[in-house]
Antibody, heavy 123, light 107 residues
Framework: EVQLVESGGGLVQPGGSLRLSCAAS????????MHWVRQAPGKGLVWVSR????????SYADSVKGRFTISRDNAKNTLYLQMNSLRAEDTAVYYC????????????????WGRGTLVTVSS | DIQMTQSPSSLSASVGDRVTITCQAS??????LNWYQQKPGKAPKLLIY???NLETGVPSRFSGSGSGTDFTFTISSLQPEDIATYYC?????????FGQGTKLEIK
């Protein structure tokens, strides 16, 4: 089955760290750029970060730059998001999503999403 | 960042109605505009990509149009299962940005 499954969310105190994982199955993971998108409770979708197919290029939203690190292990078909110095405003459901690469360039639409993992930052 | 403005923010319509949602970009994004459906407690689902292309498996009652700064998403005949929040998303420039969403309800 083609799917993405996130894990690693939970309750963390402000200033703490978490590492999210996104396990991919049923498709050629290394052919896709991958993204993290988050959604605060009752709010809209906000893009967080992306990584290219081989992990050599990454991008971040200004709100997480310097605090979050995206990475991937194509041998394990897994995407990661290391989140440090967490703030209350980082509280959200975090989704991973795939983005097909054609001739090395991502197409820019997210055709498969995981179910999400909830991160709560609170003391 | 490119701002995406959706309207309306919420919409109530009857089964069988034609429903239209608009999305305006703060600058020209060519056709790099996608539409997603999100049902409560679920992940978003891609419906339309590159402004007007229907994603595989999506019913043909969904359609999209537009280019530049003004885009339209249409459901030709509203069905009960279409109750959801709909988001537009641009990918012309980083960061990708989403509209604020349109919550669609059945009248």
């Amino acid at each position: 089955e083609v799917q993405l499954v996130e894990s690693g969310g939970g309750l963390v105190q402000p200033g703490g760290s978490l590492r999210l994982s996104c396990a991919a199955s049923g498709f050629t993971f290394s052919s896709y750029w991958m993204h993290w998108v988050r959604q605060a409770p009752g709010k809209g979708l906000v893009w967080v970060s992306r990584i290219n197919s081989d992990g050599s290029s990454t991008s971040y939203a200004d709100s997480v730059k310097g605090r979050f690190t995206i990475s991937r292990d194509n041998a394990k078909n897994t995407l990661y998001l290391q989140m440090n110095s967490l703030r209350a405003e980082d509280t959200a459901v975090y989704y991973c999503a795939r983005d097909l690469a054609i001739f090395g360039v991502d197409v820019g639409y997210f055709d498969l999403w995981g179910r999400g993992t909830l991160v709560t930052v609170s003391s | 960042d490119i701002q995406m403005t959706q309207s309306p923010s919420s919409l109530s319509a009857s089964v069988g109605d034609r429903v239209t949602i608009t999305c305006q970009a703060s600058q020209d994004i060519s056709n790099y505009l996608n539409w997603y459906q999100q049902k409560p407690g679920k992940a978003p689902k891609l419906l339309i990509y590159d402004a007007s292309n229907l994603e595989t498996g999506v019913p043909s009652r969904f359609s999209g149009s537009g280019s530049g700064t003004d885009f339209t998403f249409t459901i030709s005949s509203l069905q009960p299962e279409d109750i959801a929040t709909y988001y537009c998303q641009q990918y012309d420039n980083l960061p990708p940005t989403f509209g604020q969403g349109t919550k669609l309800e059945i009248k």
